[in-house]
């Protein structure tokens, strides 16, 4: 084994072909397999591998493009099993871009926010009022439900609005720290949640705990968004932007301020970096991303209640973050992904299966110990675990490491040859 | 609207105060741990949920073998109380052995992201025994103490009307002030108490002054989770149904407690419950009266939750507390 990887290392023709070979196979069974869950979950790893090939950034980009966009909604097509590979995927990509998000306020900044789900939850009900009936109760101008083609102005709008409160948040917060943070944002989270549940009088505005049925689907140019294949490309396009802005950020000039500001506050202000409006920043790009998701979420589900955007669910975001590693985007995405179709369809398909088993007599097996019950079990020991063992999560973060002597020359060209990378420390003292 | 308010003061004062109690002690487990390591032990309501429910199986298997019925109520009570700060004591140092002395030098994220993972675990640890026993995880005890009482405020003024309490709720309040007296003698006055305070004052300097660092903090969780689980058995006989998701919120307001009174002072996180207790009591009562109808009573969590973000950004060292400069 040992021999073989280190054949592959440094061959980039081998790995190229090995990847392809594996999509091939990986799809062709798929294909052929229909309702097989197994071969969709490993396709999906394909996209991992291909993280650790040592392929340059662009092609690597073009493969999980002509993966995500073409192999993946192709091969999975014909079967039964369609629509429910495309509405994990779909989900998948929701929960992959509250990570990242969640990601520059934990993982970057290092603000431990416990209630990022509130944010979720405002997009989902921005879009929510506005696609049904349920605006035409306070607003005095205008006809409700809006069409669907408004969908496409209210992803920016519940970006705005998620980032709004991201700010009104953080302005208070900002005076208190650390673990004191986590119990401000913590009841935050939950004061939302609560308001969003009891807002249906004096006047109706979110129909409290009954929730928002039928939210209209979005449409562009007469052609409705309904199915969980179609949602797919919605959610794929925004999280390919939101993938952008964040390696954007990461390196970026505020992007360094938010690491600095987590390793050691007092150390960053008194290298200049404007605590408040570092501070903000993180809070409202983080919540932007949530809020985007949010109108998707929304329009997806045609239905939104306050029973979607619970503790569990912040928790989980922040387990993905954990497991994946904090500030790292790679890693994030993969946590994120794990913890989704571990929830969706792993934990399900085990109970199906135990269920199976003692129906048969096989063994018998108790329905309190249902591992789809288990999550707050399984995330919990997911939290300590990587805590105690592996506080920088799967894929450890990385900083770009530069050359003095070539910075101080100054040329472009011979800059970008000699930057290297080397394991970010923040997590692992 | 003043006189309505004044009419049920006496029974909101009765009902804040049984509420306050509770949110006093389990306010002491919080403000003791982070007095000393200055962490949020969020395990700490999932603590007092556990104890509400071993002291519920107790109290259901006695029944079952007739012994509740054989000996005096109370005497059933106080062994109950007894066996279960004990199991709940050790567990609060289990859970400090495991999951956060391996993390006493990292960064006070991990430590906490640990605290949380914790929390989550004991709720589904308890949820799925006691699903898997009773077939349902929501548990109701049996019945004991119910003999109302009733303290006739209106002859003192008509504008009050009678307070109705439990005997329940005197037999919490008189053993959440047993336990405060003594949790403050043994702080204050004994050797034990005066290491907890050296280490809470600064550790490494305790430790050169041959105190077992380890071995007080140890100490400390057990006696905060004692008390915690204490409660939980008290909370479990006071308002009957139990699940394992009440340790969460009650934590939290708990929590909100001791900041309230300074955290890291126990006098201060018991006068913190107590004023929690029947602020909370109070906007459950009034607060559709007081907004006009516009905020009902199920705003009362959202006004706990207010007072905390509003000590937290304006008082953060708390009403007894003293303010620390940070030092660089």
């Given amino acids: 084994m040992n021999k073989l990887t280190s054949k592959l290392k440094g061959n980039k023709l081998a790995q190229i072909i090995l990847l392809v070979l594996y999509v091939l196979i990986t799809s062709l069974s798929l294909y052929l397999a229909q309702a097989s869950v197994t071969a969709f979950l490993l396709l999906l790893f394909s996209l991992l591998l291909l993280y650790y090939t040592e392929l340059p950034d662009r092609l690597k980009w073009l493969i999980a493009g002509v993966v995500l966009i073409g192999v993946i909604p192709f091969v999975s097509s014909t079967g039964p099993g369609y629509q429910s590979y495309m509405e994990v995927a779909t989900v998948v990509g929701i929960y ?35 696609a049904t009936g349920q605006a035409a109760n306070f607003m005095p101008f205008g006809t409700f439900p809006l069409s669907g083609e408004s969908f496409w102005i209210f992803i920016l709008i519940g970006c705005f609005v998620a980032a709004l409160f991201g700010v009104l948040l953080g302005i208070p917060v900002l005076r208190v720290k650390g673990d004191y943070l986590a119990i401000v944002t913590l009841g935050f989270g939950e004061i939302i949640r609560i308001v969003f549940n009891n807002l249906d009088k004096p006047v109706n505005i979110t129909n409290g705990a009954m929730g928002l049925a039928s939210v209209k689907p979005p449409e562009i140019f007469g052609y409705q968004f309904v199915y969980p294949n179609q949602f797919y490309f919605i959610v794929l ?3 390919f932007l939101v993938i952008l802005a964040v390696r954007r950020f990461e390196f970026s000039k505020i992007g360094r301020s938010w690491k600095a500001v987590r390793e050691n506050e007092i150390a960053a202000q008194s290298m200049g970096i404007h605590l408040v409006r570092t501070k903000l920043l993180a809070f409202a790009i983080g919540a932007s991303f949530s809020g985007m998701m949010g109108v998707v979420f929304a329009a997806k589900q045609t239905f939104v209640d306050p029973t979607s955007f619970t503790l569990l669910e912040s928790i989980t975001i922040l387990v993905m973050v954990i497991l994946g590693g904090m500030g790292s985007v790679p890693g994030v995405i993969l946590g994120a992904a794990v913890i989704t179709i571990l929830n969706l ?23 309190a110990l249902a591992p789809a019950k288990m999550q707050r079990f399984i995330f919990g020991a997911i939290l300590i675990i990587f805590a105690i063992y592996r506080p920088q999560g799967l894929i450890p973060s990385k900083n770009p490491v530069f050359d003095e002597e070539s910075l101080k020359e100054g040329s472009k060209k011979h800059r970008k040859e000699q930057i290297t990378v080397e394991p970010d420390k923040g997590f692992q003292a | 609207m003043l006189a309505d308010i004044l009419q049920s003061l006496p029974q909101v004062l009765v009902d804040g105060i049984a509420l306050g109690a509770i949110y006093a002690v389990i306010a002491l487990g919080y403000t003791m741990v982070y007095g000393i390591l200055e962490l949020i032990n969020f395990a700490h309501g999932e603590i007092f949920m556990t104890g509400a429910f071993i002291g519920v199986a107790m109290l259901i298997l006695m029944t079952g073998m007739g012994w509740l019925a054989a000996m005096p109520a109370i005497l059933a009570l106080i062994l109950v109380l007894v066996v279960t700060s004990i199991l709940t004591g050790f567990m609060g140092v289990g859970i400090e052995r495991m999951a956060y002395r391996p993390l006493r030098n990292s960064p006070k994220l991990i430590t906490l992201i640990s605290a949380i993972g914790v929390s989550f675990l004991l709720q589904d640890l308890v949820r799925f025994i006691t699903e898997y026993k009773r077939g349902n995880y929501i548990l109701t005890g049996p019945s004991m103490f119910n003999e109302q009482f009733s303290i006739k405020f209106s002859s003192i003024s008509s504008s009050f009307s009678d307070a109705f309490f439990k005997t329940s709720t005197l037999i919490l309040i008189i053993a959440v002030v047993i336990m405060m007296i003594g949790l403050d003698f043994f702080v204050n006055k004994t050797k034990w108490g005066m290491a907890m305070r050296a280490v809470a004052q600064d550790r490494e300097t305790a430790s050169l002054m041959s105190i077992n660092v380890n071995r007080v903090i140890s100490l400390t969780f057990f006696i905060g989770s004692a008390l915690g689980g204490a409660t939980g058995v008290l909370f479990a006989v006071q308002y009957g149904t139990i699940d394992p998701y009440i340790g969460f919120i009650l934590g939290l307001k708990a929590f909100t407690a001791a900041v309230l009174g300074g955290i890291g ?4 996180a018991m006068a913190g419950g107590l004023m929690l207790g029947i602020l909370e009591m109070f906007a459950a009562a009034n607060l559709q009266l007081l907004t006009g109808g516009i905020f009902g009573a199920e705003y009362k969590d959202v006004f706990a939750f207010a007072i905390l973000i509003v000590v937290l950004i304006f008082k953060p060292e708390g009403l007894f507390g003293k303010a620390v400069t940070e030092k660089v």
């Fill in chain 1, 96 to 130: 992959v871009a509250m990570a990242l998000g969640l990601n520059i306020v934990v993982g970057l900044a290092g603000l431990l926010d416990l209630g990022f789900v509130a944010f979720f939850a405002i997009g989902a009900y921005t879009y929510g009022i506005f």
């Fill in chain 1, 345 to 367: 369809q792993v934990l399900t398909e085990v109970t199906n299966y135990l269920n199976q088993l003692s129906l048969d007599g096989v063994i018998s097996f108790p329905e």
């Fill in chain 2, 265 to 268: 002072n126990i006098r201060g």
């Fill in chain 1, 237 to 239: 396009a925004i999280l």
